[in-house]
């Protein structure tokens, strides 16, 4: 197996205008590919798929606990979440700051989890090696 990279992560979705709406218009991320039941978002590295869920199977959304939670790297996590509750974005959980930096936690209109941190940098070659948090529990 030659696995090189994540290519995207998955969104089995409620309703796709809604997420759609809540990950372009909401969140920022820009359009990449769109197709009547696939959409994918993003510019570069991995990136965010949404596809109507089934009308029959159970939607179990996500738990911090044994869930799937994104991670969004933002500049100010602070600005970042008052500027999603003010276009009425639920919270899961206000902002904790630890050793690594600072996260709060959101919701999707599917109840899945994203996480947005902000993290600390000792060295600043770090910035854009990769993501460096810590679970949102």
Do not use: C
């Amino acid at each position: 197996m030659n696995i090189k990279r994540v290519g995207n992560v998955i969104l089995a979705v409620k309703d796709i205008d809604k997420s759609l709406h809540f990950y372009h218009e909401i969140i920022g991320l820009p359009i990449k590919n769109q197709r009547r039941s696939w959409v994918d978002l993003g510019t570069s590295g991995a990136l965010l798929s949404i596809h109507p869920a089934s009308l029959t199977a159970k939607h179990i959304g996500s738990s911090i606990e044994n869930g799937i939670t994104i991670g969004f790297l933002v500049g100010d996590v602070r600005s970042a979440l008052e500027e999603l509750k003010s276009k009425g974005v639920a919270v899961h959980r206000d902002i904790v700051e630890k050793d690594a930096g600072k996260n709060a936690v959101i919701r999707d209109p599917d109840d899945y989890l994203i996480s947005l941190f902000e993290p600390n940098f000792t060295d600043k070659t770090e910035q854009t090696s990769g993501y460096h948090g810590f679970t949102p529990a």
